[in-house]
């Protein structure tokens, strides 16, 4: 195998490794940013139910 041809698969067995990492170190960020958005959306939901409980006793109330 000539030089040049080796120095090619060397420096493009580098770039893959490298690509390699880069994405898992993505997908690692975007699972955790999944997770952090998922905890958000709950924590909205149950705002939002305990709002809305809220609203129905504040009419309940009104109607008394």
Do not use: C, V
């Amino acid at each position: 195998m000539t030089e040049p041809t080796l120095a090619r698969i060397l420096r493009l067995s580098q770039h893959l490794s490298y690509q390699y990492k880069n994405a898992s170190d993505l997908l690692s960020k975007s699972w955790l940013e999944l997770e952090s958005a998922r905890g958000n959306l709950s924590s909205l939901e149950l705002l939002y139910d305990e709002w809305l409980r809220e609203k129905d006793l504040e009419q309940k109330h009104l109607l008394e």
